[in-house]
């Protein structure tokens, strides 16, 4: 059987090919997973538990539980994003599955959808099983990657249909401040785009508030948000996020949902709802352990003399290496048993780069910062 052609447009993963590697030996120090070191608070476990005790097995409604929907519309008030919790809010496996989602529901066939670079990993893919044409976005590290309208004329981006944002970003670790969303809102208007705003690393944002685009004018209408558990709650196995967006949007991607997975897990429906009625204080701290390790990293970074913005979310830097990343990233692993993730397999902009998680305990944090910095002083 052959694969079908959509499907071999894309290549496998450049992250994994870079992980079987560090696989291959038990000394490694690894800054490479986009994942939590935290495990989920213990009350949202307990009530996964309790759940599966009362043989809560079932499949829920397509769009999530009531309760569930509820609390996650409460929670989105933070943020200042107002969505009915029946009409407006689709619970799924992950935001990945939101993501996949909005994309096949979304986009026709061709269309194009700007994609900022570098980026997250699933999204130039995404475009393309659903039919659509990635157009790449370069953002700079002069800009501290944050999109800016020049780079969207650049790229082209006004002919597309849609505009993908990730902020705080993954690869980069950067924000977006309301004034810069503004200047982005106003060319998605001007050129009659819609956003599909990934904000899974919302919590994770250490200067100031997070905003998000679609609470500025005439945006709501034209804007899907994602958001889950995995990142704020350290619940990334539990498989559990969400969309929110205009009806018509929501509707469209339930539409394929409904038959696609029918619901998102019910074990983890309840762990959810536990973290957002009990587990603020826990995210409190975790985040505050991430901004450590973030401030420790990024000075460390200076010390060494390796060229790093001041990346304010996620969990992430993002340092110039000062040549090619790619033999910069296998050569540290192989000369020093640290894993980074080389820029350059999340596309433009992030050649020269590397992307280093801080999602590590501070005692392997500490001493793969100092490898990395052998690392630099023997080259
Ligand atoms: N978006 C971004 C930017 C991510 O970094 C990740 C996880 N690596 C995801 C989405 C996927 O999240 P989930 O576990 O909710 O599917």
């Keep these: 059987?052959?694969?079908a052609d959509r499907v071999e447009r894309v290549p496998p993963s450049g992250i994994r090919r870079f992980f079987e590697l560090a696989e291959e030996r038990d000394d490694i120090i690894s800054l490479g997973v986009g994942e939590p070191d935290f495990s989920a608070p213990w009350s949202a476990l307990t009530a996964a538990i309790d759940a599966l005790e009362r043989g809560k097995t079932s499949y829920t409604a397509n769009r999530g539980r009531n309760d569930l929907r509820k609390a996650i519309s409460n929670h989105a008030r933070r943020y200042d994003l107002k969505y009915d919790p029946e009409t407006e809010i689709l619970v799924t496996a992950g935001a990945s599955e939101a993501i996949d989602l909005a994309m096949r529901a979304l986009v026709n066939p061709g269309d194009g959808v700007a994609v900022p670079q570098p980026s997250y990993i699933s999204y130039v893919p995404g475009v393309t099983f659903a039919g659509g044409e990635p157009v790449p976005v370069p953002t700079t590290a002069d800009d501290e990657f944050v999109l800016t309208r020049d780079a969207l004329e650049a790229a082209g981006a006004g002919d597309a249909e849609a505009l993908v944002l990730c902020y705080p970003?993954?690869?980069?670790?950067?924000?977006?401040?309301?004034d810069e969303l503004a200047d982005v809102a106003a060319f998605v208007r001007e050129n009659d785009l819609f956003v599909l705003s990934d904000?899974?690393?919302?919590a994770l944002t250490y200067d100031g508030e997070h905003t998000s685009i679609a609470t500025l004018p005439e945006m709501r209408e034209r804007t899907v948000v994602f958001n889950g558990f995995s990142k704020a709650y350290a619940m990334t196995g539990l498989r559990l996020g969400y969309a929110l967006g205009p009806e018509e949007a929501i509707n469209a991607m339930n539409r394929i949902h409904q038959y696609s997975m029918l619901s998102a897990p019910?074990?983890?429906?309840y762990a959810a709802?536990?973290?957002?009625?009990?587990?603020?204080?826990e995210v409190v701290e975790m985040r505050d352990e991430y901004n450590r390790r973030r401030r420790f990293v990024l000075s460390r970074f200076d010390e060494m003399g390796l060229d790093c913005f001041d990346a304010s979310g996620a969990f992430y830097a993002f340092p110039a290496c000062g040549g090619d990343d790619e033999a910069f990233a296998e050569t540290l692993l192989r000369e020093q048993g640290v894993a980074v993730v080389p820029g350059s397999v999340f596309g433009e902009g992030g050649e020269g780069h590397l992307r280093v998680s801080y999602a590590t305990g501070m005692a392997d944090l500490r001493e793969a910062m100092n490898r990395i910095e052998t690392f630099v002083r023997e080259r």
Excluded: H, V
């Design 273 to 281: 709802l536990e973290a957002l009625r009990t587990c603020e204080d």
């Design 266 to 269: 019910i074990t983890a429906q």
């Design 199 to 202: 904000e899974i690393y919302a």
């Design 1 to 3: 059987m052959k694969p």
């Design 169 to 178: 970003n993954n690869p980069t670790g950067a924000t977006m401040s309301r």
